[in-house]
């Protein structure tokens, strides 16, 4: 049981221009990776009047790799648009929506001209089944879900920030549950509205653990095709070859676990599907530029993720193949 403590979340209140936002965050702990619970960095409330703009971009948070967190925002009140940074697509929002964003996405929301929008927002630390049931919906790098409980998800919302914006004991256990809450309505909702074809149910194995394929082989006994046509389905879609998705999602994998001091690269190597640490190393060094050493002591010395680039410079990208920035690796399903 977790022990009583004050409340961790501190208030942070916002004023720009034609926008409002209220922020609580749980700057207190350091967030294990084997915790079985939900971890609520922040939530906030935001108002953007006519014409506002709410701005987005990713960076680290000292050196605990608070960076890894996906962010669920509700319009519950106005309408407006949003627009991802990562890949300049964009969406009209409005009243009952709910965007859901990948770790590092970048974005920024619009108030139509003529009202107001209100966000309510949370942001949840990443973990696996935080990567699963939000991974299941096909956020890449974002995505907006429609048509759901607009009530049951505004009461969700106002709860957790009551209990962030109280001065008593701890309220993470319950914010937790909340946080489960939300992400089963999420689910819900996503239940049947998509059914995945051959090769996106391969493309999700893969994203979610890309550990557990050695080879091409597995990956086609695994789908009941042959090799001949995983290969001519990831040329048709993504114009690379399996072998070059699974490494290239291998290694973002190994981001999360390099940027967590209780693991080591060897570690790190293992846990992506690597039998050899230094074969770990040449493929990171051959994909990013630099090694796995120099990647994590330059973030534990300067808190700077090397693979996430300033907006003015370009995308929030990372890697040298322009792999996708993901949460972190799914267990053994």
């Known amino acids: 049981m977790e022990e009583k403590e004050n409340n961790p979340?501190?208030?942070?209140?916002?004023?720009?221009t034609k926008v409002d936002q209220e922020v609580y965050v749980d700057r207190n702990k350091r967030i294990s990776a084997s915790s079985n619970m939900l971890h609520a960095y922040a939530c906030a409330r935001v108002q953007s009047y006519p014409g506002g703009r709410t701005r987005n971009f990713p960076r680290t948070a000292g050196k605990s790799a608070f960076s890894f967190y996906w962010t669920m925002i509700f319009i519950s009140e106005g309408e407006g648009s949003f627009r991802s940074l990562s890949d300049s697509t964009r969406a009209p929002v409005r009243k009952g929506d709910l965007v859901i964003t990948r770790p590092q996405a970048a974005y920024t929301i619009l108030a139509d001209k003529k009202c107001k929008i209100v966000q309510k927002q949370l942001m949840l630390v990443s973990s696996p089944i935080v990567e699963?049931?939000?991974?299941?919906?096909?956020?890449q790098p974002w995505k907006v879900c429609r048509g759901m409980d607009?009530?049951?998800?505004?009461?969700?919302?106002?709860?957790?920030?009551?209990?962030?914006?109280?001065?008593?004991?701890?309220?993470?256990?319950?914010?937790?549950?909340l946080s489960y809450a939300l992400l089963c309505e999420i689910d819900k909702a996503e239940e049947g509205s998509k059914r995945l074809d051959k090769f996106e149910q391969i493309l999700f194995a893969i994203r979610q653990a890309p550990q557990f394929y050695r080879t091409v082989e597995d990956l086609a006994r695994e789908f009941a095709i042959s090799k001949r046509t995983l290969f001519y389905l990831f040329k048709k879609r993504m114009n690379i070859s399996p072998v070059k998705c699974l490494i290239a999602e291998r290694l973002e994998k190994s981001r999360w676990y390099l940027l967590h001091r209780s693991y080591t690269v060897t570690a790190a190597a293992e846990l992506c599907g690597y039998n050899s640490a230094a074969y770990f190393s040449r493929e990171f060094k051959r994909a990013y530029g630099f090694s796995p050493?120099?990647?994590?002591?330059?973030?534990f010395r300067t808190g700077k993720d090397l693979l996430i680039k300033k907006p003015e410079e370009g995308l929030p990208v990372s890697g040298g193949r322009g792999t996708r920035t993901d949460p972190p690796p799914s267990p053994r399903r």
């Open 9 to 16: 979340y501190q208030r942070r209140h916002d004023t720009k």
């Open 132 to 139: 699963w049931m939000c991974g299941k919906g096909g956020v």
């Open 150 to 177: 607009a009530e049951k998800l505004d009461g969700i919302y106002e709860k957790i920030f009551r209990l962030a914006s109280e001065k008593k004991e701890n309220p993470r256990t319950e914010i937790s549950i």
């Open 293 to 299: 050493q120099e990647y994590r002591q330059n973030y």
